[in-house]
C-alpha cells in the first residue's frame, strides 16, 4: 500500500497551479499512476455495493471522469483515494434511488461469482461453500459490509465517515457489529 | 440496575476493534496492552476478532473474484470518455489546455457530459441556490389552488421555539403561529430578518439566502455535503456591523433539493448570535374550506391547526378529497416505522442517543438525545431524507429538564430491598479468595444480563408493535428489513447469553446450584415473532435474582427470597439456554 500512500499524500489542485512546465509530465505519470493503482480497489468496492461487475465498471469509469475534472478545476485533493471513494459511494447511491426510490443505505444483497465454478462434484461443494459465505455476507447490514470492506482498504475511521456520511463512532459500531456477526456465524464455514 | 461495583472492567469490544485497527488515542492504546498483556478473556476476545476481520477479507475475495484484474469491458470506452470531458468542461485555472489535450488526446464524441453535474460534492453553489429555489414549484403546480404547510423548529443561543406556517401563494394568504416559544426568539428573529431584508414568510428558503448572497461586495461559497444533505455555506469577505449577518448556512435534500435546514450567523457586538431553523413538517395541500380556517383572524390553537403530514416526495396526485389527500396510508407510515427503526438501530441511535419512535395518526415522530452538535446533524440528516418522519432531536446540554429523558429501568423500581445484604456474596468471596474478584465476577455478569434484557426487550418491543395482521399486509422488502432487525437484536442477546453462561459456575455455586447444562426444554426455534416462552421476561427475572443474590442496589421486587432464587433459577435457565441456543435460528 505504500504507493497508495504516496498518492494518497499528493495535493493535485496545488500541482496544477504551481508546476513549472518541466512538471508536466508528473500530472500525466500522477493520473496514470492513481488510475493503476487504484481502478482494482474502487471497481471492487463498486461491485461490492452494486453486485453488477458491469455497472461496476460504468461507475468506476465515471469516477475517475469526474476526478479529471475535480482536477482541472484546480481544487485541491487531499487525499484522492478517499475523495474517488466517496463520489463512488455517492453514485452507486443515486443508482440505487434510480431504482427504488424509497430506500436508503440498503442495496442489493451481495450475488457475484456464480457461474464460475463448472458443476463437477468439486465445483459443486465449492458452490455450496460459496453459499454459506454469501449468506454469512449477506446477513450483514449493508452499512456494516461497506465499512469492513473500506476498512480493508486501510482507509481510517474518519475517512471512512467521511465517504459514508456517517460519524466516526457509528463506523466503530458498525465494524463491531459485523464483525460480532461474522463470529457467530463462522462456525459454518 | 446495574450493579456499580467498584471494579476493573474488561475492555469492551469497541475498544478491542479500535486497538486492533490502530484508531486509538496514544494513552488509551498503552492502557489496552497493557491490559491484554494481564488479561487473558480480552486477549482470547482480540483473536476472535482478528480472526472474523481476516475471514471477511477472505469471504469477500472469494465472492469478488479475486482474480478479477478487469472488469467485462476491460475499461474500454474510459480513455474515450476522458477526452469529450476535456473537450466539453471549461477549463478554470489549470495551466494550459493544451497540456490536457496533450495527455488524454481530443477525438470527440456525441456522449452528454450531464451527468458530471448530478448532485455531488462537485456541485456550485449558485446551482444548489437556484434548484432548491424552484424545488417547490412541481408540488405548487399539482394542486388547483395550493395551501403549503411547514413547521420549523428555530433555535438560538439555548432557546428554542416551534414556528408553523400556512401559504397559499395564489389566495396570497399567510398564517405563521408561534409554539413553545422559549423567551424573546420570536422578536429577535423578526428583527434581524428585517434588518437584513429576509422574508419572514419562507424562513427557511433558498431566496432568503440567495438574497443576502446578492447583497454582500465580498463573500466566499463552499459547498459541503453530509449524507443525503448538500449544503451552501457563504460568508462575508467585507466587515459586518452589528445586527448584520456574518455567515450563512443552507443546507437542502440531494434527492429533490428542497431546503431543510438553515443557519444565520450574525455580528453583535463583541459576539456573534446564530439563529438555526430546521424543517420537522412539510405538506401541500390543496385549499379548502376546512383547512382555510387556519386564515381566520383569530389565531388558532397549534394542536387543532391543520397541519398534518409530512411528505416531501414531489408526485403530482389525482385530484380527490382532501381527507384522501393529506392522509397517508397505514402501511405507508408503517413502512416509514420500519425504515427509521433500522436506520437508528443501524446509527446505534437506539441505545447511544436515547432514541424513541412513535407511529401516530400520520406521521412517525422520532425522539432523540445526543450529545454532540455534529451527532445531532448526522441524525437530522439521515431522518430528512425519510419522508413522513418528524424528528425531535435535542442537544443533552440543551435539554429544558430531567424529565425529559426516557426514565431508566434503575430509577422507576422502588428500593424494596435496599436495606438488605446480598444473599450469596459472602459464600462467593470465600470461594474466590478476594472481594476484588467476587466483585469483578457479579460487575461482569450484571453489566450481561442488562445487556440480555435490553435486546431482548427489543425483540419483544418489535413482536407487539408489528403483530402478525400488520406483518401480513407488508411488502416483502419491509419484512426483510423488520426481520434483520430483530435478528440482529436475537444475535445480540445470543451473544450476550454466551457470554453469561460462561461467567455463571462460580455464581451458581455459591448459591448451591449446579452449574451443569441447563435441562432441556422444548426449543421453540422458528419465526423471532413466535417465541413461545417470553425470554425476556425470564432475563428480567434472571437480573432480579442475581441483583438481589450479589448486589447491594435496590430494585430487586419482594417475592425474591433465597429460597425462590434456589428454586426458580435453573428453569429461569433453560428456558433462556433453550430460546438463545446457538445453533437456533430464528
Partial sequence: MAANDDLGALTLGKWLFVAPREEAQTLDQVLSGLFDELRLPLYRYVVAMLGSPAEAEDVTQECFVKLFLEMRSGRGLDSPKAWLFRVGHNLVLDRWRSTSPAHSLDGPALNVADERYPSSEEALLQQERLALMRAAINRLSTQQRLCLHLRTESFRYREIANILGVSESTVCENIRRGLSRLIKDCHEL | MNSKLPVEAHLTEEVLVRFLDGELDKRANEIAARHLDACWTCRSKREQLRQAMDRFVQMEEALIDASITAPPSGWAGFRGKLDIASAQVPCFGAPSPSQFTRVFGMIGAALAVAVWFMPSSSVSAMEILERSAASEQPLLQGKSNPLVLQRLRVESSHRTAGLSLWNAPQSQKFQAKWEAQDGDLHEDLERMYAANGLDLKHPLSAANHAHWRHSLKQHQDSVLQHGELLGVVTTSNAPVRPGEIAEAELWVRRSDWHPVRQSFRVAEVGWTEEYRLVETAFHVETLDADNARVFDTAPLAIETAPLRVHSTAPVIEPASSPAELSAPAQTDLIQTEIEVLALLHEMDADRQDSAQVERTG????????TSSQDRKLELESHLAAIPLVISEVHLLSESPAASAFPETASSAVAPSSASEP????????????????????????????????????????????????????????????????????????????????????PLLSAMKISAGDPANVAVSCGAWYRLQERPVDAAERLEDFFTRAFTTSAGAPSDVSQESIVAELPQLRSTLAAELAEGCVH
Avoid at chain 2, 362 to 369: E, I, K, L, M, S
Avoid at chain 2, 473 to 482: A, C, E, H, K, Y
Fill in chain 2, 422 to 505: 446480598p444473599l450469596f456474596l459472602k459464600p462467593l468471596v470465600q470461594q474466590t479468595g478476594s472481594l476484588e474478584i467476587a466483585n469483578r465476577i457479579v460487575s461482569d455478569q450484571m453489566d450481561l444480563l442488562r445487556h440480555l434484557c435490553i435486546e431482548l426487550a427489543a425483540v419483544k418491543s418489535l413482536e407487539e408493535r408489528f403483530p402478525s395482521d400488520v406483518r401480513q399486509v407488508l411488502p416483502s422488502r419491509s419484512l426483510n428489513i423488520l426481520d434483520g432487525l430483530a435478528l440482529d437484536h436475537l444475535d445480540a442477546a445470543r451473544h450476550y447469553w454466551a457470554e453469561l453462561e460462561r461467567n455463571t459456575s
Fill in chain 2, 362 to 369: 400520520d406521521q412517525v415522530v422520532v425522539t432523540a438525545y
